[in-house]
């Protein structure tokens, strides 16, 4: 079974400064995608950005970008020049790739992003 | 414009009744997932269904219940069995062949 760890309950960051969120999971699954969720205080939950296994490369959009480490199973976002509305709970997430897409959650980390 | 609508936002409940929590989409999707999130956790999957008239348990299927009569519905029955249903409740839906999910809005379902 899949299983995701986000280790850091809660973190806080300057406004405009830059942090990083840690994830890790677990699989023996080859073929998956990997995402970041942003859950703001609405709990509209959003996707942040993606990440499919079998790209190297590292996703980016605007001002979040991912580290995907394949063998060490290892998947953070780092937020720069960090803003207010920034502030919320992310989630870390796992789909794999068969079966429904069925996506396993971890259990978030709650920034502060304070002025 | 095109979503999943969930209703109602808040809902409560004595212990002991059955509820019913809406889910509608118009984006088209075929799949629909029904997730539940209780604080510190992140969201665990109740039941998916990638097809109308057909829908498998998630990791936490007991004390609910699904149907999918329409491609467009996707209502979740939490029963009395299930121990503690006071939680928050998120509908997503996703297109075949494509890999993120929509999510609604959620209903907050107290139980007392």
């Known amino acids: 079974a899949q299983t995701v760890t986000q280790s850091q309950p809660e973190m806080s960051v300057q406004e405009a400064e830059t942090v990083t969120l840690s994830c890790t999971y677990d699989?023996?699954?080859?073929?998956?995608?990997l995402f970041w969720y942003k859950q703001p205080p609405s709990r509209q939950m959003i996707l942040v950005i993606r990440?499919?296994?079998?790209?190297?490369q590292n996703a980016t959009e605007n001002r979040f970008s991912v580290n995907f480490q394949k063998a060490a199973k290892s998947f953070s976002l780092k937020i720069s020049d960090s803003q207010l509305g920034d502030t919320a709970m992310y989630f870390c997430?796992?789909?794999?790739?068969?079966?429904?897409?069925?996506?396993?959650f971890g259990a978030g980390t709650r920034l502060f992003v304070k002025a | 414009d095109g979503g999943i609508t969930q209703s109602p936002k808040y809902l409560f409940r004595k212990e002991g009744q059955n509820v019913t929590l809406s889910c509608e989409q118009n984006?088209?999707?075929?799949?629909m997932y029904w997730y539940r999130q209780d604080p510190g956790q992140g969201l665990r999957l109740i039941y998916y269904?990638?097809?109308?008239?057909?829908?498998q348990k998630g990791d936490i299927a007991e004390g609910y219940s699904v149907s999918r009569e329409k491609k467009e519905s996707f209502p979740l029955t939490v029963t009395s069995a299930q121990k503690n249903p006071t939680a928050f409740y998120l509908c997503?839906?996703?297109?075949?062949?494509?890999?993120?999910?929509?999510f609604g809005p959620g209903t907050r379902l107290t139980v007392t």
């Open positions: 997503a839906s996703r297109r075949d062949g494509t890999y993120e999910q929509y």
């Open positions: 699989t023996s699954e080859s073929n998956y995608y």
């Open positions: 990440q499919e296994a079998y790209k190297q």
């Open positions: 997430a796992f789909m794999k790739m068969a079966g429904g897409f069925k996506t396993i």
């Open positions: 984006l088209n999707h075929d799949a």
């Open positions: 269904s990638q097809i109308v008239n057909d829908f």
